[in-house]
């Protein structure tokens, strides 16, 4: 986790993660569990049909199929999930950065969804919810026992309509009513301004656009003001809660001109990726301060502990999220939907994690 002026590593959405996307076959795991896996497979294909066949009255095979998978993949973390096509679908427009819902980001915690961020300028933020808020009801039904995909769906619905989130706040002794109105969400992935001597630029998602709007964001700022009057920067990464891989790599680019950036782990010892920074830094060596807080999750991690480990910019926060996972997206055969899996954890330069 990320503590004011230092990166403590202690040892995670809709959308908290540093993703990136595969095609292809599985590679298939370890033969000498082959035999008990396969009985396993059988056991689950018994039950199955006994489902099938007995149960006092018809059930959904579709449906069955899939609260099975995503039990399986609830057992892993709670990054993991099952996306049906529409889900999927959905996904691939969120990291466009255009989306309809509420504007929040949230996880699963002690069987309750947290919000990691309300982004900016949305529905969840113009109503009031909070990073760290603990939604424990949707319009009135209890979230426990909700996988985070049910609850996430509870929360879509047709643009402007309202829907009730119950939320238990830290300091505050009763839970809170909030009525939220859905609406589409478009987010700007960089917002900039001048301050006096100072370039202000805040990322509030690290999309597929984020990189390119930062660096219009810093031309824009040149033009604004003489290169003799600039100071420096402020990068400001608080409440946001991540987003694509390639773009903190991108983001973490534009500060630097060498060194590394980021390094992902696999299961597998020799599945290492490092990605490097390329010559050329766009604000020519200027001072940069960064900016975290709590609700700064994945990618922004990804970004403030490159640029810190290569000292080249000064944190300055409270605690962010200690998220230090990639979840890789697995289109699945015949439009069937997506796997968000868990496939790697994340390194600074310096080799540490911040997987919480």
């Known amino acids: 986790m990320i503590r004011k002026a230092s990166l403590l590593f202690a040892g995670a959405l809709i959308g908290a993660s540093a993703m990136s996307l595969v095609h ?5 795991a370890g033969s000498d569990s082959n035999a ?3 009985k396993e497979l059988a056991l689950f294909g018994d039950v199955f049909e006994r489902v099938r066949a007995q149960y006092v009255t018809k059930p959904n095979e579709k449906s069955l199929v899939e609260n099975a998978i995503n039990g399986m993949l609830a057992s892993l973390d709670p990054h ?3 996306m049906d096509a529409e889900q999927a679908k959905d996904m691939r427009v969120q990291t466009k950065g255009e989306f309809g819902g509420l504007g929040i980001e949230v996880t699963m915690e002690n069987n309750y969804v947290k919000v990691i961020t309300p ?13 760290g808020d603990f939604i424990t009801a949707i319009d009135g039904k209890d979230v426990n026992g909700m996988t985070l995909q049910d609850a996430v769906d509870k929360m879509r619905g047709p643009v402007h309509t309202p829907i009730k989130l119950t939320i238990v706040r830290k300091g505050v002794d009763k839970p809170l009513d909030i009525t939220v109105v859905r609406d589409v969400i478009k987010v700007k992935a960089v917002k900039y301004r001048v301050d ?3 370039g202000y630029i805040k990322i509030t998602s690290f999309t597929e656009r984020t990189s390119d709007e930062l660096h219009n964001a810093i031309t824009q700022i040149k033009k604004q003001l003489p290169d003799d009057k600039l100071k420096g920067y402020v990068l400001d990464l608080r409440l946001n809660p991540g987003g694509l ?16 950036i980021v390094s992902t782990r696999g299961r597998d010892p020799k599945d290492v990726t490092r990605f490097d920074a390329h010559p050329g830094d766009m604000i020519d060596g200027k ?3 960064v900016l975290i807080n709590g609700g700064s999750a994945s990618a922004s991690e990804i970004t403030a502990g490159a640029l810190q480990d290569q000292r080249r910019a000064t944190i300055v926060g409270t605690q962010s999220f200690g998220k230090g996972s990639v979840q890789t997206i697995i289109p699945l055969p015949e439009n069937s939907g997506a796997l968000r899996l868990t496939t790697a954890l994340y390194y600074t330069p310096s080799g540490r994690s911040i997987q919480g």
């Open 24 to 28: 292809g076959a599985p590679n298939p």
């Open 36 to 38: 008990n896996t396969y």
């Open 80 to 82: 993991s999930s099952y």
């Open 119 to 131: 982004i900016d300028d949305t529905p969840a933020a113009k109503a009031g919810v909070m990073a």
């Open 196 to 198: 006096n001597d100072v």
């Open 245 to 260: 891989l390639d773009q903190a790599v991108d983001v973490c680019d534009t500060f630097l001109d060498h060194g590394e």
């Open 287 to 289: 001072p940069l301060v």
